[in-house]
């Protein structure tokens, strides 16, 4: 209903150091000024336990052409079979860069990144809990994205529109005046 929506990788690392990549759509922007965004983590994932502790977490946005590593990093979704944490990212043939954030992996081929400090947590009681985040840092790959954001060329992320349906349909933009 709420579809096609981008899937976002989020980064984290738990208290015992491990890296965790992970698909998120439930993600949207907050405030401007400051920019925060905010996401929503199923409580029964690693993701949402680490986040309980974790001072911050890196969102990427991934290309069309990474979406078979999207669709196997949400291995708990997509039924994909791991043994560990560790292993699931070395085995996604996804160029990770782990030295850029303090709060987790981010992917450099993407169409970008950021890096959040979490400021908030919030549990309304749902099966999600809910994670706010102040960006520290953002990243534009020059390939598909101008410093100042805009898309250079034809940016293709990858949208969930429900399921194991995907779609890149953000190739064509139309500019409107402002009044
Ligand atoms: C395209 C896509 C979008 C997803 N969106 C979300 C989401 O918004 N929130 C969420 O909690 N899980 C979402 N998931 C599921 C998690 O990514 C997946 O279950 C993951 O394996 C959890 O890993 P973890 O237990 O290591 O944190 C999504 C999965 C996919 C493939």
């Known amino acids: ?19 965790n990549l992970i698909p998120v759509s439930n993600l949207t922007s907050a405030s401007t000024q400051p920019q925060q965004v905010v996401l929503a983590v199923y409580k029964q994932w690693t993701t949402y336990e680490t986040l309980q502790t974790a001072p911050g977490f890196t969102v990427s946005v991934p290309g069309i052409d990474q979406l078979e590593a999207v669709w196997k990093l949400g291995a708990r979704y997509s039924r994909f079979p791991t043994a560990s944490a560790g292993e699931k990212l070395a085995a996604r043939g996804l160029t990770l860069d782990h030295q850029a954030s303090d709060y987790g992996p981010v992917v450099p081929a993407g169409i ?3 890096s959040c400090r979490v400021v908030a947590r919030l549990d309304l009681g749902g099966d999600h809990g809910i994670v706010i985040g102040q960006t520290e840092r953002v990243w534009f790959n020059p390939d598909y994205v101008d410093r100042d954001g805009t898309p250079r060329g034809t940016p293709h992320p990858v949208m969930q529109q429900t399921g194991n349906q995907f779609t890149s349909t953000a190739n064509e933009f139309t500019s409107m005046p402002y009044l």
């Open 1 to 19: 209903m709420l579809a096609p929506r981008i899937a976002y990788l989020i980064g984290t690392i738990s208290e015992d150091k491990t890296p």
């Open 112 to 114: 970008g990144w950021m």
